[in-house]
């Protein structure tokens, strides 16, 4: 079939607009340039009549007299001497041209004397790195020229770089981590310490580029995201790192930040997360923040391992099968994800082989959150109860496929306890609060595009999906709403987003249902069996089957008024 061509408006409007505001930019420049003289009298006669009228208002009443008819005596001599009004014009257009000049200072042409000082001292920092005894062009060397090695240098208010472009010699090994490393250190010791650069290398070009990268916004507090199924939003990053934005609510305005979104089930490829931080680093606001999240699609089984009470307020929510804080507990809980684990492959397994499509509880999300599963295994090895880690491989290993993801958060200190399945299966990483180079690339695989600081907020670290590249992270504020240090605007957006309670069971009560009570005697002495010695009738006569049906489906009830009777 051929397929219809577009009409032309819609072919050919986004061209002509674009042409459009290209020819009414044009327009505005030109006028504006031709204008330019207009323009400044214009400014200068106001300025000149706001001096007037302030010079009017600070002259005494008893004085406005004698001024008024001096004014005058000089519009009459202006006017009888011959040319005088047109003398008078161009004077006046002189002074408001004059006084309607831009009096902005104009740019410095270079940097001033600190500023001087400091690229100096940078490049005297790295003659011993960019240098070489036996080059004969050297360009590094100590006492040597600044400029022909930094091309191009901005600096902020406090004036300190914020971008810097360097020029180093074609022999540094730039391909190598260590070196590149090193030098990246030294750039941000020298520039001041308290602030986050990003390094650009160009070896092509051999050009190293420092730029002072703007803080995160710490602001943005849990709320609903604007995602499909199956994407979660770990946090927010710079603007220049992902495609894609989301609108969020900062107070009563809205603004378009850039996330960083982890996308699971049956086709991602990290479909479980490890999160490691410092204490106090915002790992467990992570898993809050995920599992307000998950709610909206799915069930989540929380395990705490720090017996702290992090997760208090998912307890008996609509969605949340448990929040384990025990050993016992744990392990319970993981053994029936385990269990539920098998049965959904197993299902899946028979619907394939039948040529049906998987059953709909075996698409459905399931959520095991696990934070510091590390301090049950050293319980689990005193009481001699299994590993809680070990009922993990599973879910992680099989789970993708079945609609089961795992969360996994652990600090820095007990990362060398975490198990081979953990490490291993969790392909997605985040790092939080502060930590070394070597610390953030043991845990996301690769090394930081920063340099990271030694104070962070909480929230703040770094994240890396799979094989891609590393993002700097901000936590959305998720606190626990029943800690009292907890701001009431983020108790009550934390609150907004809890699902209702569930009902328990224990809760529900029956109507009565009259019953027949049979009195017995004790058994005889020689064993026989009692005798029915009375028998009170609590209900009409054509109720008889319906009260013992009822008793026996309530065999609780039964027993209780069994025991009342005897």
Known sequence: ?????????????????????????????SA??????????????????????????????DRRGPLLFLAASLILVVVLVPYGPLLAVVTLMAAAAWQGRDR???????????????????YEALVPYFSTADDPAPLYAHGGDWETVFPTQEFDDSGRVARLVIRYPA?????????????????????GRGREYLFVWDEEGNELTLSVLTPLPTDFSAQRFVTAPGETVLGFTDPSRVQRTLPLAHGEDRRDVPPVVWRTGI???????????????????????????????????????????EYACLTGRDGVLGVEVGLAGALAALEWAVQETERRLVAANDARQAGDPPPDDTKHPLW????????????????????????????????????????VAEQFDALDSLSDAVRQHTRARVALGPASREQL????????????????????????????????????????????????????????????????????????????????????????????????????????????DAAAADPVRAEQVSSAGG
Request: without cysteine.
């Open 368 to 407: 095991i959150l696990v934070d510091r599963p590390t301090a049950f295994t050293h319980l689990a090895d005193t009481d001699g109860h299994k590993d809680p880690q070990s009922l993990l491989q599973v879910p992680l290993r099989h789970g993708r496929a079945v609609g089961v993801t795992v969360v």
């Open 441 to 548: 690339e043991a845990v996301l695989g690769a090394p930081p595009h920063t340099t990271p600081v030694d104070h962070t907020p909480p929230g703040r670290g770094y994240a890396r999906l799979g094989s891609g590249p590393v993002h700097r992270l901000q936590v959305p504020a998720t606190p626990d709403p029943y800690d009292d240090a907890t701001s009431d605007a983020h108790r009550q957006a934390v609150l907004d987003l809890l699902p209702p309670r569930s009902l328990p069971s224990d809760t529900e009560t029956l109507p009565p249902v009259p019953v027949e009570v049979v009195l017995t005697k004790p058994a005889d002495a020689d064993g026989g069996h009692p005798d029915a010695v009375d028998t009170v009738d609590t209900k009409p006569a054509d109720t008889d089957a319906d009260a013992a």
């Open 1 to 29: 079939m051929a397929r219809r061509p577009l009409p032309s408006i819609l072919s050919t409007g986004s061209a002509q607009i674009a042409r459009g505001r290209e020819l009414a930019r044009t327009a505005a420049d």
């Open 104 to 122: 902005t200072p104009p740019a410095p042409d270079g940097p001033d004397e600190s500023q001087i000082q400091r690229l100096q001292v940078l």
């Open 32 to 61: 504006t340039d031709v204008l330019h003289p207009l323009i400044t009298i214009t400014r200068g006669l106001r300025r000149l009549a706001s001096a007037g009228r302030r010079r009017w208002a600070e002259t005494p009443k």
């Open 267 to 309: 086709r991602s490829t990290e479909p479980h997360l490890l999160a490691v931080g410092q204490p106090g680093s915002g790992t467990s606001t992570l898993l809050r923040s995920i599992a307000l999240q998950a709610l909206r699609h799915g069930e989540v089984l929380v395990i705490e391992g720090g017996g702290t009470g």
């Open 171 to 191: 022999f540094f090994p730039d391909g190598e981590a260590a070196p590149r490393a090193r030098i990246e250190q030294l750039l941000a010791a020298k520039s």
